[in-house]
């Protein structure tokens, strides 16, 4: 499995940003997936993640009410929709996926996920 993640760039406070993970494969019926992040010096957190139907969402408390994490099985493919932007979401962005059901306290585990893209760079800054 092959996540491919885009849509990085530099914006400034108060902006919104959609940020995409495309993947390889059908991801519809094999994956639960999520999005975390790495700022310099910091360790990965989890941000978001969405189970393999799509109808089921977590969010880490930093980002609940102005992230959304949504997913089109058809276009196999992941996003994540971030709005009302702070220079603290200034990280570099991975996407990642599990083909094994992940518990849903696990979803904020990094070790859950078995696949990974290489990253996307978002700034947010004035």
């Known amino acids: 499995v092959q996540l491919q993640a885009s849509g990085g760039g530099l914006v400034q406070p108060g902006d919104s940003l959609r940020l995409s993970c495309a993947t390889t494969?059908?991801?519809?019926?094999?994956?639960?997936m999520g999005w975390f992040r790495q700022a310099p010096g910091n360790e990965r957190e989890f941000v978001a993640g969405?189970?393999?139907?799509?109808?089921?969402?977590y969010y880490a408390d930093v980002v609940k009410g102005r992230f959304t994490i949504s997913r089109d099985n058809a276009k196999n493919t992941m996003y994540l929709q971030m709005d009302r932007m702070s220079p603290e979401d200034t990280a570099v962005y991975y996407c990642?996926?599990?083909?094994?059901?992940?518990?849903?306290?696990?979803?904020?585990?990094?070790?859950?996920?078995?696949?990974w893209g290489q990253g996307t760079l978002v700034t947010v800054s004035s």
């Open positions: 990642a996926a599990s083909t094994n059901r992940i518990i849903t306290s696990n979803f904020r585990n990094a070790g859950a996920y078995a696949y």
């Open positions: 969405i189970r393999r139907s799509g109808g089921i969402t």
């Open positions: 494969e059908r991801a519809s019926l094999n994956y639960d």
